[in-house]
Nanobody
């Protein structure tokens, strides 16, 4: 079992920054990959980025490349999502999720591939 808790969401103006955190407990933190997804009102949940177990492997959706950065601190059991140059279209509930399976780089972009989810944190970007 893995428990995930997101924090750091809020309201920010376009062009601003936020850092989300995903705190994990339960299973050994370094034994699974973590992904971030987001879901805007009325839309399907979409992949944002993913980080591998050790933190060296990352994969980003095209929509956030150059603006978002994912990192993990295995000593603190936490994954971070640094979001810069935010746009109104980034407005959504952001979720972190744990994937217990080993996957090739570039895989792990579908929600069904993830085993455990946090409750989400709202990010609102005003224009």
């Amino acid at each position: 079992q893995v428990q995930l808790v997101e924090s750091g969401g809020g309201i920010v103006q376009a062009g601003g920054s936020l850092r989300l955190s995903c705190a994990a407990s339960g299973r050994t933190f370094g034994s699974y990959a973590v992904g971030w997804f987001r879901q805007a009102t009325g839309k399907e949940r979409e992949f944002v980025l993913r980080i591998g177990r050790s933190g060296f492997s990352t994969y980003y959706a095209d929509s956030v490349k150059g603006r978002f950065t994912i990192s993990r601190d295995n000593a603190k059991n936490t994954v971070y999502l640094q979001m810069n140059n935010l746009k109104p279209e980034d407005t959504a509930v952001y979720y972190c999720a744990a994937d217990l399976n080993v996957r090739a780089w570039g895989r792990g972009t579908e929600p069904k591939m993830y085993d455990f989810w946090g409750q989400g944190t709202q990010v609102t970007v005003s224009s």
